[in-house]
């Protein structure tokens, strides 16, 4: 094979000097510096020294991440390396490898319920036992999601109503609820919480031999009895929660990831940078800090922005002082406004023929700005 810093588009000084390293490592990095493409580079370095294909297994959150990292070490090998090898390499999301193992070892049927199964339950369950005096509508549009985050919320921590005590649980919510901040009393909040484990316990019920995502998570980490693998690599492992990071541990003889606390999107799932910090201790950490894709004067306000704002600066300044641009640009214009279309609709006026991008936190924003601007 030609190594693989024979690409057309190199390995950069710093991820040189990451992929020098052997052992067990944590690569905290930085927004835009390239976490996949790094990963893609340690994974083309590890089959350049003669790593078998099938030795190596990456995991991602997603399926577009998997895709997007497949097409990182395809990219960065420019043909150097046979499809025929790359096809080879295990590139899984966390639940794609749990299901083939549990289904490939008869743990499973293969039948995996979904979200609207879980809402379905859900509701049979309130209309049931009568907790809510609200219409269906509402059930619908707004208990039932809500239910359905705080069920998956705590799964995701291996939390079954089997295991719940009901009765620490309400003297742990009734030292810890505020009547005079709160619209809700303490004797609402606590026949809520016993009223909430009953309906859990009906969609557990509800599912026969069938299996939801997070159980198929801890089936996993119970019934796993395969190989380690002599090198596993996590993208994005900020966003990993207990499961998944017990489930990591289980697999890996050399570890690489990749990944930066302060872009951790996953909370809903349990996701916590407490794992993050956990691995720090296990592996050596390296930090990415070449940005590839905004100019200094951007890099600079967004890492004052960010330190002035976060509760830990000291935990993150370090990090930040290595993020950095090889181009240059002009100062952003930062305007607060309490018209932002009015003033979108300005800025198109001023700057005819240039392009302009704009970024909404929410699609109903997106909707409402486009009518606005026809």
């Known amino acids: 094979m030609v190594k693989s810093n024979s690409t057309q588009f190199p390995p950069s000084k710093e991820q040189k000097a990451i992929l020098a390293v052997k052992k067990d490592t944590i690569v905290i990095s930085n927004p835009g510096t390239g976490k996949t493409t790094t990963l893609g580079f340690k994974v083309l370095d590890l089959l350049d020294n003669h790593v078998q294909p099938e030795e190596i297994l990456c995991i991602t959150f997603t399926e577009k991440a998997k895709k997007e990292m497949y097409d990182a070490i395809k990219k960065n090998s420019q043909g150097q390396i046979a499809d025929s090898v790359i096809t080879r390499i295990n590139i899984n999301t966390f639940h794609s490898f749990a299901y083939q193992y549990l289904l490939e070892s008869g743990d ?171 691995f720090k201790k296990i592996c050596k950490p390296l930090i990415l800090g070449e940005n590839m894709r905004s100019t200094q004067e951007i890099l600079d306000y967004s890492k004052n922005y960010f330190l002035e704002n976060t509760k830990y600066p000291a935990q993150y300044k370090d990090e930040l002082d290595n993020l950095n641009s090889r181009e240059s640009g002009p100062q952003p214009e930062i305007i607060a406004t309490e018209a932002p279309y009015v003033k979108i609709l300005d800025l198109v006026n001023q700057n005819r023929g240039k392009k302009i991008g704009v970024i909404t936190r929410k699609n109903y924003q997106i909707v409402e700005l486009s009518k606005f601007l026809d």
């Open 108 to 278: 499973i049927s293969g039948d995996i319920i979904g979200n609207n199964i879980l809402r379905f339950s859900l509701l049979q369950s309130f209309e049931r036992h009568g907790i809510f005096n609200y219409g269906k509508d509402y059930l619908i549009s707004d208990i039932v999601p809500k239910v359905e985050n705080a069920i998956r919320y705590i799964k995701n921590f291996g939390i079954t109503p089997d295991i719940i005590d009901i009765s620490k649980a309400k003297s742990h919510a009734a030292n810890l609820h505020d009547e005079s901040s709160s619209s809700y009393s303490t004797d609402e909040i606590l026949t809520f919480i016993e009223k909430f484990v009953d309906v859990y316990r009906d969609y557990e019920n509800s599912k026969n031999n069938a299996i939801d995502y997070v159980d198929m998570l801890l089936q996993f980490s119970k019934n796993y009895s395969g190989r380690k693998f002599p090198y596993v690599a996590v993208d994005e492992m900020q966003d990993m929660n207990g499961i998944e990071a017990d489930i990591v541990k289980m697999l890996y003889e050399t570890l690489f990831l990749v990944g930066d606390s302060k872009q951790a999107i996953f909370g809903f799932q349990g996701g916590s940078i407490k794992n993050f910090e956990e």
